[in-house]
């Protein structure tokens, strides 16, 4: 039951960073740069080099998922300190090993 409340939570937010995504998008090119995130998204605008994972200056809705689902781990390790050292470094090579999946796919 825990998992299913969890898995709603996630996709939920999921979702919402994709709406917001979209909204950014002015020129409606399923992409982000520079100007669309500094405008729209300054948190992400911040971390634009981060989040543009294949480095070709704009950020895409995979890429950006990255970068909120990287966040969402984060928060929660954060949150659950009963983690040991252990814990945290096998969440960040799983989050690393995630984003050099993506690099691929792109």
Same mark, same amino acid.
């Given at each position: %039951?825990?998992?299913?409340?969890?898995?709603?939570?996630?996709?939920?937010?999921? &979702?919402?960073?994709?709406? !917001?995504?979209?909204?950014? &998008?002015? &020129?409606?090119?399923?992409?982000?740069?520079?100007?669309? +995130?500094? !405008?729209?998204?300054?948190?992400?605008?911040?971390?634009? !080099?981060? +989040?543009?994972?294949?480095? &070709?200056?704009?950020?895409?809705?995979?890429?950006? +998922?990255?970068?909120? %689902?990287?966040?969402? !781990?984060?928060?929660?390790?954060?949150?659950?300190?009963?983690?040991? +050292?252990?814990?945290? %470094?096998?969440?960040?090579?799983?989050?690393?090993?995630? %984003?050099?999946?993506?690099?691929?796919?792109?």
């Amino acid at each position: %039951k825990n998992n299913a409340i969890y898995e709603q939570k996630r996709r939920a937010m999921l &979702d919402s960073v994709e709406l !917001r995504f979209l909204a950014c &998008d002015t &020129d409606a090119d399923n992409t982000l740069d520079v100007f669309e +995130a500094t !405008r729209c998204l300054p948190q992400v605008a911040r971390m634009f !080099r981060d +989040a543009d994972i294949d480095n &070709d200056n704009v950020i895409s809705l995979d890429e950006i +998922a990255i970068l909120a %689902k990287s966040f969402e !781990r984060k928060n929660n390790l954060e949150s659950n300190s009963n983690l040991t +050292a252990s814990d945290k %470094k096998k969440q960040d090579s799983a989050a690393s090993l995630e %984003k050099n999946s993506i690099k691929k796919k792109l």
